[in-house]
């Protein structure tokens, strides 16, 4: 899976949890959760929406760091599929999952 931009660009660090939302899109951007989730023989959509249920009734997570990263790029790219204008609310409903997925990403990287 790819972990930065395409054509050489140094990737931008790992955010903190509670990073500005800048860096964690800046972030996310960088990995493909689509090409992830095909990896797994998932589709993208399908496969956030259960992690995000998951998530939001158990507190669970994958364990492995780049499905953690393709559930924060899919997440992110979630806001864009449902935004048409301010984001701000999207943002803040998905901040504890991005947080989450940050603060696992950080412990183990």
Do not use: C, K
Not at 1 to 16: K, T
Not at 90 to 96: E, S
Request: no cysteine; hydrophobic share 45%.
């Amino acid at each position: 899976m790819a972990r930065h931009a395409p054509g050489g660009d140094e990737p931008p660090p790992l955010p903190r949890p509670g990073a500005p939302w800048a860096q964690v899109e800046a972030f996310a951007g960088t990995v493909d959760g689509y090409a992830y989730a095909e990896s797994i023989g998932e589709e993208g959509p399908p496969w956030f929406e259960s992690w995000w249920a998951r998530f939001n009734d158990e507190g669970a997570l994958p364990a492995d760091s780049d499905a953690l990263r393709a559930l924060l790029a899919l997440a992110v790219r979630r806001i864009r599929w449902l935004s048409w204008g301010d984001t701000s609310a999207l943002v803040a409903a998905t901040r504890p999952l991005a947080d989450a997925i940050l603060a696992r990403l950080n412990a183990t990287e």
